[in-house]
Structures are given as structure tokens and as C-alpha cells.
């Protein structure tokens, strides 16, 4: 019965959002992404056109793959373009209040009878989503992860009103047609994962913010120590850290634990916009060029005057690993923020699974420098690789 859906609408085209729209293209699905205006919907299309470039270099896509799946898509910044969808997922930002407007908008606009309304909200109650419609049986959580071209992972998350019916033809979707796969939950916030994953980063930014320890070191502490692939402040800058505080806000709306309480750390830095990736500023100052020397690819130079050893690293089997940049001289950082939204090559939302791992632990920058613009004069470097200081803490 998925099979039959053909005509895919996905309202928000940011990280999720525009990741959910290239997948349902990939696999030959008429897209149709809906954006707040023209110019959104413009960067959306520049989002999925990047992703698939991305794609075709590395050899994943061919490249008249990558023009046919761009060719499927079209990008509105009005919803009634979504009237004849067969299924339609929500992906803006994690707002009970829009969301809840996107969902009346669409049960008025959406025209078939058996039309599909899914939210990829990683906490909201589903139910409150469905009875802002008039086809509460037929609204249903599809929650993808963070890149959605590359992790395997959807939570199908059904409300007490979501029919049998709408389930199986999501769940037949997700993997009949988008080859993923599926684990069920039931209508509470957080759902699986992130019921789990959020007080974990939570705990991190307050060890962060007591001075327990470095971000940096609180990231290579469960990258090395743990073989996660991305410690948890990293992983809470790719998830967006506005996104972080909504989730742990619904959650400790859900369950009053003072686990899911957001720290005061995480809104200010929400409220200074400092919302990790997606503005180029967050817990750990990553550019390009450092996110490929943690790769340890080949051939990478370091940003200007960051130090890094200049010693063979090894792989995890303990394979031999590119040559790291000789040291610069100079102690003043150059760390700038990356562009919103820059093309990430190895982010791994929440895989806990074996991946490459940092082998470089090249900069430690207080926490106050992490809260400043990076080209800011009260910068400080305060530690190198291979430095015998103890972590310069966090104030
Ligand atoms: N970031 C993650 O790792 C992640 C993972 C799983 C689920 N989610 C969920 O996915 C949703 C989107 O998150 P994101 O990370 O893509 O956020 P984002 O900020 O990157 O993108 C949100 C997009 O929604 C658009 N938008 C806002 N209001 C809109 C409207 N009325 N109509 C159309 N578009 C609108 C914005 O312009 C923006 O482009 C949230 O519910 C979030 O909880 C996020």
C-alpha cells in the first residue's frame, strides 16, 4: 500500500527538513518542500543541491542520478502547493506553537481522504499535533536522524488516536521505499533515543559549565574512552543547541526530572544565538579544515596558527594515518566560524556504532573564548596536542 504513495510534500527545509526531502527524491518519490517564503525555500533547494554534490564526489551518487533526483523536487514558500500529497512530514523548528499551526494549515489544504500527516518533531506529543486536525487517525511521529542520507534510524511514534492502518503504511514506507529502518514508540516526549540521548548531552554542558572538565576533553573522553564517534557537545552543536533546549524543555514539561532541565549554560547560549553548526558557533569552534584534520585526511592544513602535532596518528585497527600539518608558530588562533549550514561530511547524529574517531586533540580554548566571536581580542589558547598541562578549566 506505501508503494502507492508517489507525491511527498516536506514542510521546513533546514538540516532535517531538507535531508527527509533528498531521501524521499533518491528514491524517485515526486518531492515537494515548503519553505516560510521564496528565499527560504532557495536555500533549501541549495541545501539538497550541496548534500548531493557531496554525494557524487564521493562516489555514492552518480551524477545524472544526482541531477534526476534534483529534477523530482520543487520548492514552494507556500503550503497550498502541498494540496495533492499523498504524505506529508513536518520538519520546522521544534516549536509546539508552529507546529500546531502547520498541522491546522495542512488538514485544510491536504485533499485526500487516506493523505498521510507525519511530524519529524523529536519530542512533541503527537496527540497534540493530531487533534489540531480533523484526522487524528492519520498523524503519526516519522522521526528521522541527523544527516538523514546517512543514519539507517526512524521512530514511528504513534498518539492513542493513529490508526493501525496509517502505522503500517508508514512503517511499509520508511522501509519498503526509503530502505530504513523502523522502531516503534509510544506518544512520550523524547520518544526512544532521545528520552536517552538528551540527559546525557545535558550532563556534559553542565560538567562543561562547572569547570569539571574542557569541552575538548569532555569530547574525547567518550570519543577515545567510549569509540563514540562524536562526543556529546559536538554532537549537541550538529544537532543545533536551540533544538537541544526545546527537546529537553518538552521532556522536563513531560516528566518534571530535574535531568531534563536545560541548563542555564545551554539558553544563554540559545538566547545569544550561539546554536552550534547551524550558525558556525557553539561548544567546540569547528571549521572545515579542523573537521578534516580530526578525519585525519591527507594533505589537510590546519586553520592559520592552530597547533597540531606533527606525528603519525593512528586509525582505530591501528592502521597507519595520514601525516599531520607540521606546528605553526604562531599562538594566535584563527578559528572561524564555519558558514550556516556548511556541507558536514561525518557528523553522526546519536551512532553509537564504530566509526573513525578523533585521534587529535589539538585545542583547548577556555569557555569564555567558546561564548566569543572567534576573531574577538579576548581570545586565549591555553593548551596544544601533546601539552602535559592539565585542561585549562572552564570559567
Ligand atoms: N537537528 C537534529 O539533529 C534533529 C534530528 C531529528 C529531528 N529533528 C527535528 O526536526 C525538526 C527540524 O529541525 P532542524 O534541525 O531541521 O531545524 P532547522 O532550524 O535546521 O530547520 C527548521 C526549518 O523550518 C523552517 N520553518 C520554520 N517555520 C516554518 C513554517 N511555518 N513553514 C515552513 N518552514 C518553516 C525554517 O525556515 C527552517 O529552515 C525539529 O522538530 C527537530 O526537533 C532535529
Known amino acids: 500500500m506505501s508503494r502507492n504513495i508517489t507525491r511527498v510534500g516536506v514542510v521546513g527545509g533546514g538540516q532535517m527538513g531538507a535531508g527527509i526531502a533528498e531521501v524521499c527524491a533518491r528514491a524517485g518519490l515526486d518531492t515537494v518542500v515548503c519553505e516560510v517564503d521564496a528565499v527560504a525555500a532557495r536555500a533549501a533547494r541549495d541545501r539538497v543541491a550541496a548534500s548531493l554534490e557531496r554525494a557524487v564526489r564521493r562516489g555514492k551518487l552518480a551524477e545524472s542520478a544526482a541531477r534526476d533526483t534534483l529534477a523530482r523536487m520543487v520548492f514552494t514558500g507556500s503550503l497550498d502547493d502541498l494540496a495533492d500529497r499523498q504524505l506529508v512530514v513536518e520538519a520546522v523548528i521544534e516549536n509546539p506553537d508552529a507546529k500546531t499551526e502547520i498541522f491546522a494549515a495542512l488538514d485544510k489544504i491536504v485533499e485526500a481522504e487516506d493523505a498521510i500527516l507525519a511530524t519529524n518533531t523529536s519530542s512533541l506529543p503527537i496527540m497534540r499535533l493530531g487533534m489540531a486536525t480533523g484526522r487524528a487517525d492519520r498523524v503519526v511521529g516519522v522521526h528521522f536522524f541527523n544527516p538523514v542520507p546517512v543514519l539507517p534510524l526512524v521512530e514511528v511514534v504513534t498518539s492513542l488516536h493513529t490508526s493501525p492502518e496509517t502505522v503500517d503504511r508508514v512503517q511499509d514506507f520508511a522501509t519498503g521505499v526509503l530502505g530504513k529502518t523502523v522502531i516503534h514508540s509510544r506518544d512520550r516526549a523524547g520518544f526512544v533515543v532521545n528520552a536517552l540521548l538528551i540527559p546525557y548531552l545535558l550532563s556534559a554542558i553542565r560538567m562543561a559549565e562547572s569547570g569539571f572538565a574542557t569541552a575538548a576533553d569532555i569530547d574525547t573522553g567518550m570519543e577515545l574512552g567510549c569509540a563514540h564517534p562524536m562526543g556529546p557537545l559536538r554532537l549537541a552543536d550538529l544537532i543545533g543547541l536551540d533544538t537541544v533546549a526545546s527537546i529537553a524543555e518538552s521532556l522536563y514539561d513531560e516528566f518534571r526530572e530535574p535531568l531534563y532541565a536545560p541548563p542555564p549554560l545551554l539558553q544563554r547560549m540559545v538566547e545569544a544565538g550561539l546554536l552550534g553548526r547551524k550558525t558556525g558557533r557553539g561548544f567546540q569552534p569547528t571549521t572545515r579544515a579542523e573537521d578534516l584534520v580530526r578525519r585525519g585526511l591527507r594533505g589537510t592544513r590546519p586553520p592559520t596558527g592552530v597547533r597540531v ?85 572552564m570559567s
Open 309 to 393: 602535532p606533527a606525528r603519525r596518528h593512528r586509525g582505530r585497527a591501528g592502521s597507519a594515518r595520514a601525516a599531520l600539518p607540521a606546528p605553526s608558530r604562531t599562538r594566535t588562533p584563527q578559528v572561524r566560524p564555519v558558514a550556516p549550514r556548511t556541507p558536514q561530511v561525518r557528523p553522526v547524529a546519536s551512532a553509537h556504532a564504530s566509526g573513525p574517531v578523533l585521534r587529535v586533540r589539538h585545542l583547548t580554548i577556555r569557555m569564555t573564548d567558546a561564548l566569543l566571536p572567534f576573531d574577538a581580542p579576548r581570545r586565549r589558547l591555553v593548551g596544544a596536542a601533546g601539552s602535559s598541562r592539565p585542561p585549562g578549566g
